[in-house]
């Protein structure tokens, strides 16, 4: 029987839902952090101010007061400062959590968290070892192309056309 947490447990589960809305620390801001926020404050837990819940998007602006425009041309969309702050909190606490609940398998079971972190490092060293394989030789392959365009372009370019005055015999 194990002792995982529900909640770990949970974590580790599909649940088969894509969101196209925008992301904020790749979660949905709209379906999942603003319920989430929203609840924390109806809970005394936060007090993010009502405009932020209410407006997570907002434009953004140059120094000079001027509204942001990326390279692209298109106005630059921020999440709220309220809203981004409680979400590097909640990923630093949640990282935090993780770090934790490791310690505390490996703590309670060392020999068994070891032995697996052994047979992973072994399962994955086929992999590791062809991936730097293919990577070396992608290398010499971008340098050999690479050293063969430069050399093409430093060498004068052959001309197609007779030169001016010469006869072109022409057969039918």
Known sequence: ?????NYIKSLLVP???KSTERRVWSIPLESIWIPFLTATNLQGDTAL???????PLRLAYAQDGTVK?????RPVIKVAKPIADSVKLVRENFSANLVAFAEGVATSNPKGFEA???SAREA???IAVKDRDNMQRAIAEAMERSMAEAKAAE???ATTTPPQGDKVAVTA
């Open 1 to 5: 029987m194990s002792n995982t947490p």
């Open 155 to 157: 060498a004068p370019e």
């Open 124 to 126: 994955g060293k086929p």
């Open 116 to 118: 697996l972190q052994k």
């Open 15 to 17: 649940n088969g839902h």
């Open 49 to 55: 101010p009502l405009d932020a819940l209410g407006a």
């Open 69 to 73: 425009f990326s390279k692209s041309g």
